[in-house]
């Protein structure tokens, strides 16, 4: 059964690189057809997808975001990485991965597995 | 960008109520791109039910979707003490967004 752990910082200064790493558990990481994902859920609201990665390093991400972020994946480590630049106060939320399967031609998509989440705040 | 407008934004029933959500669309949806998922503090995020009406792996029959469109709903017959938590509404379009979430409280 596949997990995701998320890690990485809980506290960063505004204007500063936001990282973390989702750690995959449990198989599938290296067989393909999955879109490893980070969302994230600022308080009071509802999830937010941040973007995606696929095993060939393909990446899409949410347009009001792209400007500022990063996913990368190692495959050989089973893990995959957020990096959020210019940070502010806005930012601050819980931040999930979560394995994405999408299968166009099959109209479906869903987001499952999810990591327990992980906080992050932005603060001096 | 498709909005997902969810009601009510909190439910206060009792266990063995049984609970109706509701999730707008700001334009139509397939339905099949559309998901529900359950939150508990502090736990991952669980798939309940894809495809609009499809129960995911390991969930009980208490749970239901149904609905097209732009109107969606999630049913909850027989509220166990388990099932008091925030739900989410998903959708993908060109992009994945989410509804606010309902939150189901203990009356």
């Known amino acids: 059964q596949v997990q995701l752990q998320e890690s990485g910082p809980g506290l960063v200064k505004p204007s500063h690189t936001l990282s973390l790493t989702c750690t995959v558990s449990g198989g599938s990481f290296n067989s393909g057809g999955y879109y490893w994902t980070w969302i994230r859920q600022r308080p009071g609201r509802g999830p937010e997808w941040i973007g995606y990665?696929?095993?060939?390093?393909?990446?899409y991400y949410n347009p009001s975001l792209q400007s500022r972020v990063a996913i990368t994946i190692d495959t050989t480590a089973n893990h995959f990485s957020l990096k959020l630049s210019s940070v502010t106060a806005a930012d601050t939320a819980v931040y999930f991965c979560a394995r994405w399967v999408l299968v166009v031609p099959a109209a479906i998509s869903w987001f499952d597995p999810w990591g327990q989440g992980t906080l992050v705040t932005v603060s001096s | 960008e498709i909005v997902l407008t969810q009601s009510p934004d909190i439910l206060s029933l009792s266990p063995g109520q049984s609970a109706t959500l509701s999730c707008r669309a700001s334009q139509s949806v397939t339905s099949t791109y559309l998901n529900w998922y359950q939150h508990k503090p502090g736990q991952a995020p669980r798939l309940l039910i894809y495809g609009a009406s499809n129960r995911a792996t390991g969930i009980p029959d208490s749970f239901s979707g149904s609905g097209s469109g732009t109107d969606f709903t999630l049913t909850i017959s027989r509220l166990e003490p388990a099932d008091f938590a925030v739900y989410y509404c998903q959708q993908y379009g060109n992009s994945p967004t989410f509804g606010q979430g309902t939150k189901v409280v203990i009356k």
């Open positions: 990665i696929y095993n060939n390093g393909s990446t």
